[in-house]
């Protein structure tokens, strides 16, 4: 549902590249893809950034895409040990979100 709001990112390299990114910060060589990367990308600082930055609904279609389109992103979320962080955030802009709909809706139809 979201994705049909933002249809812009729906660019076929945009999603390649989701499904393909490495985390640059982990020191491994051996997930590294063989090309060279047009940027590095550090799942921590990106994690930490999406928490941040969760209010706003291209963050929450980002992390979306990561999660459900990159297993390595996936993996790196899961093995974390502070996912609660994440998950808070996530229920926090629900809540606002849920609440805002329902106030709207509520002044809509005069209930």
């Given at each position: 549902?979201?994705?049909l709001?933002?249809?812009k990112?729906?660019?076929?390299?945009?999603?390649?590249?989701?499904?393909?990114?490495?985390?640059?910060?982990?020191?491994?060589?051996?997930?590294?893809?063989?090309?060279?990367?047009?940027?590095?990308?550090?799942y921590?600082?990106?994690?930490?950034?999406i928490?941040e930055?969760?209010?706003?609904?291209?963050?929450?279609?980002?992390?979306?895409?990561?999660?459900?389109?990159?297993?390595?992103?996936?993996?790196?979320?899961?093995?974390?040990?502070d996912?609660?962080?994440?998950?808070s955030?996530?229920?926090?802009f629900?809540?606002h979100?849920?609440?805002?709909?329902?106030?709207?809706?509520?002044?809509?139809?005069?209930?």
């Open positions: 549902m979201v994705s709001n933002y249809k990112y729906d660019d076929y390299h945009f999603s390649e590249r989701i499904k393909t990114e490495r985390d640059f910060s982990s020191g491994s060589e051996s997930d590294q893809p063989t090309e060279a990367p047009s940027f590095k990308l550090s921590a600082k990106l994690f930490d950034t928490c930055q969760i209010h706003s609904d291209e963050t929450t279609l980002l992390l979306y895409m990561l999660v459900h389109r990159n297993s390595s992103f996936k993996s790196y979320i899961m093995a974390r040990s996912i609660e962080h994440l998950a955030s996530l229920i926090m629900s809540f979100l849920i609440c805002t709909v329902t106030l709207r809706e509520s002044i809509i139809f005069n209930v």
